[in-house]
């Protein structure tokens, strides 16, 4: 909750008490008039009402409102004049008076309620010279000192007040915080025990493939596949311990995992030449040349989203070809980094070709991430296919100093089609 919240409910008990003073003074003051028949004053006690009655209710919802608003405190300080000149001479008006300095200098400060004193004050003047020499000048000292003491008293209980309610909120975030860490770790623990198990059982078994393997008479390939577990076994531990270590650090102090650095424009056509080595699924990169000059945010983006859209082209597409297209889109000095993957697989189902956000099955959770990760960067992303005519996945990343808004978009025609098709 924003801080100007929390100073309108800790602020809220003591201005509606001041309000209901008000209220009461005007109750009090204008009973002995209504009954000597007098309109006008009734009439004007009934238009000043209001200016008690509303803060009293509303308070808790508007004071920030009536604390910043001229024109609030402007109409109130005429109401209170008025009731000044109307009531002159009775003891009340004195505490409607006080209580308003008070009131005002708990929402706007000493220096306003000082002027609101200073006016009230001079408003009381016209009336308290009329009683005399000796016991004006007394009457005139007292109302200027008791108004400028019940500023300053207001105005004090409001730096109170508000110190409290920066402390509430304070502490409101430090609740939020602790529920984070506490969640982090718990997930942490989770990951712990079972994930970071279970691949830590897959290393020794890797292990024991290979020595079985050095034992005995073994083509090539198996080999060459049985180092390529080894590989994917090792790497997925590193990921894990860093993805471990970030939950319990908060990220802070964590080198990035290794396989999710920006890559340089070689190191991601290696990548994908392995990454097809290893799948049987043929890549064709197409790699802008001057991808090595884009920001590292948007390298390292590319890396991740790219390792999803493939990761599921092998488990779910039951492609032969992926085509991979990487390049600066459109012309200019803030150009959207542009991510085409397309492969000629057996494509979405029906109820996820129309281009919006395939719907998560559940226990998967690939297209989700792509899609967080591509938002946090204030990018798009579209999906594209055909029950059997494969899937076509377009993102654009735009440059960081753009203020794109995060969402789903249709793309500029279909020109990227047309690049992946006929490329």
Known sequence: MPVEHTWERTTAGVARLLCQLRLAVLLLALAPVVAQGEVLVLVAGVGVAPFSFVPAVTWPRRGAVYARSFAIQGADVLAAAVVTVVLEGSAPVFVYDAATVALWGLATGLRPALLVATG???????WVRD??????????????????????????????????ARTQEELARARVRRAVVDHRLRTARDLHDTVAGEIAGIRLLVATLDDLLERTSTDARTREVADMLGQAAEAAHEDTRAALCALRTGGETVEPMTRLEPMTRRELVAWLEDWSARTLVAVRPDVDEHYDAVDAARRGAVTMVL?????????????????????????GTSRPLLLVVHDDGRGLPGSRASGQLPAAEPGHFGIVGVVERVSEMGGTALWTSEPGAGTLVRV???????????????????????KVLDG
């Open 396 to 418: 654009e990343l735009p440059t960081q100093d753009e203020n794109s808004t995060p969402g789903w978009h249709e793309p500029a025609g279909d020109r990227t089609r047309e």
């Open 120 to 126: 009230l004050a001079l408003v009381s003047f016209t």
């Open 307 to 331: 390792r999803e859209l493939l990761e599921n082209v092998r488990r779910h597409g039951g492609a032969s070809h992926v085509r991979v297209l990487v390049r600066e889109d459109g012309a």
């Open 131 to 164: 009683v005399g020499d000796i016991p004006g000048l007394v009457l005139a000292g007292a109302t200027v000192v008791s108004l400028v003491a019940m500023a300053g008293a207001g105005a004090t209980l409001g730096r109170g007040l508000a110190a409290l």
